[in-house]
């Protein structure tokens, strides 16, 4: 009897690139800014186009804005996160890698203060991610 090769039958989700919107800003008046970039393992697959979004309640409350070193070493996303006078909820990060067509999430969480910062340009928070 031959052992010939079967089919794969596993499949894999393959995310599509995600059109994350943010409400206006009379939605949402206040801010709170984070500086983040994404861990070692991860960034190695990391490219310009890919997305960096935080959420409140999973409504998209900020998009990144990515700035690179001159030599393109250094790769620290700015996120304005919006919100209300009585904000109390909890912020989760997104990434969007468009190489691997992934979706990550954050596993913890940051609390959103009016005016608050979250990390700085020569000390990013980096995102503890995981595959959602």
């Not at 005016?115 to 959602?132: A, E």
């Amino acid at each position: 009897m031959g052992g010939g090769c079967q089919p794969d039958k596993d499949t894999f989700e393959i995310d599509s690139k995600p059109n994350w919107i943010v409400l206006s800003p009379e939605t949402y008046p206040y801010s709170f800014t984070a500086i983040v970039c994404l861990p070692t393992d991860i960034n190695t697959h990391s490219q310009d186009d890919d997305l960096v979004a935080a959420f409140i309640d999973d409504e998209c409350r900020g998009t990144g804005n990515l700035v690179k070193s001159e030599d393109g070493s250094k790769r620290v996303y700015f996120v304005t996160v919006r919100g209300s006078s009585s904000e109390n909820g909890e912020i989760f990060f997104r990434y969007y890698n468009t190489r691997l067509n992934q979706l990550y999430q954050t596993v913890t969480s940051v609390a959103f203060v009016i005016d608050g910062t979250y990390g700085n340009y020569d000390n990013p928070v980096v995102l503890d991610l995981k595959l959602i």
